[in-house]
């Protein structure tokens, strides 16, 4: 499954798939209309804290990464995440939308990382949790 970032200012494009927002607030000056989402998952960016630090100190990414991978293992951020694993296995391709005006340094990037395998998950979560979780649903409905 093909994983990409994008701003979400940039134009919408056919290769674009699944297009998911992954910023708490709504991108200044766009009307909904123009940005064709799929899914907006407000629980998955980092807290008002989180993102004003690093506002601060764009030198600190290790740290931001570090913090924010804490944050997605809230039960807040959990349920959001297993929606971003499911969407991302049944579609082609899924497109991550933020508005940060740093492309190399955000928190779509990091969650790019995540659904490519190159970071382990937060405790709870991911694939692994996913096939848990339907598990026990299937289990429930067959009772």
Known sequence: MPVAVKRVY???????????????????GL??????????????????????????QPDHWLTFR?????????????KDLRNLYALAHKRKRVTL???SKNQQRNNAVVLKDLLDGMRKPPTGT?????????????AVRRR
């Open 10 to 28: 940039e134009s919408v494009s056919r290769s674009d798939g699944a297009r998911v927002l992954v910023d708490r607030l709504w991108p200044r």
């Open 126 to 138: 991911g694939p692994g949790a996913l096939r848990t979780m339907r598990m026990r649903e299937a």
């Open 66 to 78: 570090k913090r924010y991978l804490k944050e997605l293992a809230s039960p807040e951020a959990e």
């Open 31 to 56: 009307r909904k209309s123009d940005v064709a989402l799929q899914e907006w998952f407000r629980e998955l960016a980092p807290s008002n804290e989180l993102r004003k630090w690093f506002h601060a």
């Open 97 to 99: 939308l933020y508005a």
